[in-house]
């Protein structure tokens, strides 16, 4: 039984899709409604969240051979490392577009959060509004918190996209489109439902059918985007297939689908989070921790960020999870105390930092902070960073070096490289250097690092630090 467009299998005990391998160069389609956290480079197949839309692959320039000679003592050609930086570009863009397509059809957060009165009623009506493509329904039915990181996902990079001249104008996030789910006469066993705690309980899917069809012919890609992100042509067959949920219970030995819900407010709502860790946590015979480890947050943006480093050197894992947001990130509070006792005792790093000075920006949905000055010891010796718009300079027993993005550019075109190129890079490389920072979240009055929001400004930095025609010149290098 395959996922339609998809080369892998789907194990009834996994239904979102995990550490499923996937052919090179495929587009991955179809299946239980994905995530959309982006991807800024070539990622294994990993358990995880599933992907979805245009994947970077080998043939954007990631070399396969390997490099002779024991732990890769033979340098690389120098073609092949450009084509290692040029690939890591474009799949910045071509994750971005497949996030897009994944997490087009939510709100733009405008939706108030619609709970249900009971796990089962939650789990079922996710699927529904699925279904009848009911945007708002699927985008209110998560748990708020998701809710609210995929709409800001959701609007930062439709914006960009359409700008970027990958997304048509006009493009409509209301409107489901690639993907169609048909549930029908599911059957949840709720006498078997687990209860966790009073705020999560694992409902039970054993029967229905989910008829799942994809069709990339309907995501709002340009005409340009699409010629140029696929020169030998994109396979937009539509491709459909039918899930007999029963049979695929039979033929895992009777273990049900397990979707986890939680409570908010006395309302009960589906989690994708949740049930990831449910399965992570079955896969290893482990169980829910009977205890949380309750957040702990910071006074300030820059003090959760220093905290949360300093915590981390330390190995001190307890820490690093208080310092997460309990909303965002509620569920490794929840499963933390598993988490710490299976790291057991961690080796601190060999290093300690001695300063760190930095600054803030607003972001959507939080606040952005940015290193202006580092400090690190080890080993007896200071390592002093320095950071000033567009340049770091590193100092080390008193030799000081500096590198901008315009020597970072020219270094990573070297000779020969196109000049739409090396604009593109050039832009990129100083949009990079200059914003990208650590997100950080205010909730009842502490701060807490964001590790979500911190990875999906990644991508937003990237977008916003290109123009259409960057992106059109580096696909064309890619594929060139």
Known sequence: MTYPGQGGQWPPNDPYGQGQGQPQGYPQQGGYPQQGYPQTGPQPAQPGYPQTGPQPTQQYGYPQQQYGGAYGHQEPPR???????????????????????????????????????????????????????????????????????????????????????IYKPGVDPNKMTGFELKAENLKFDDAAAEKVNDRITITKLIGGTVTITSDMSQLPYTEEFIEAAFPRGMDARPQTETVDIAKEVADNGGEPIRIATVNVDGEWYPSLFYTLADYALLAENLEWPKQAIPANGADSPGDAVRQLADAAMAADLERVIELLPPDEMGVLHDVGPVLVEQAGQLDPAPARIVNLVTETADVDGGTKVLLKELEVEADGQTVRITKDGECYAAEVQGERQQLCADDLAAEIGGQGMPPEVEKALTGLVKGMMANTGVVTVEVDGKWYVSPIRSLTDVMVTALQSLEAEDVRALLEMANG
């Open 79 to 165: 073609k092949s490392r450009k084509g290692v930086i040029i690939g890591v570009v474009v799949a910045v863009v071509l994750a971005a577009a497949g996030v897009g397509g994944a997490v087009f059809f939510l709100n733009r957060g405008s939706s108030v959060a619609a709970g249900a009165q009971d796990p089962t009623s939650a789990a079922t009506n996710l699927v529904t509004a699925i279904g009848q493509g009911d945007v708002a329904g699927v985008l209110t039915g998560l748990a708020p918190a998701e809710r609210d990181l995929m709409s800001a996902l959701n609007s930062q990079t439709t914006e960009e996209l359409v700008r970027l001249e």
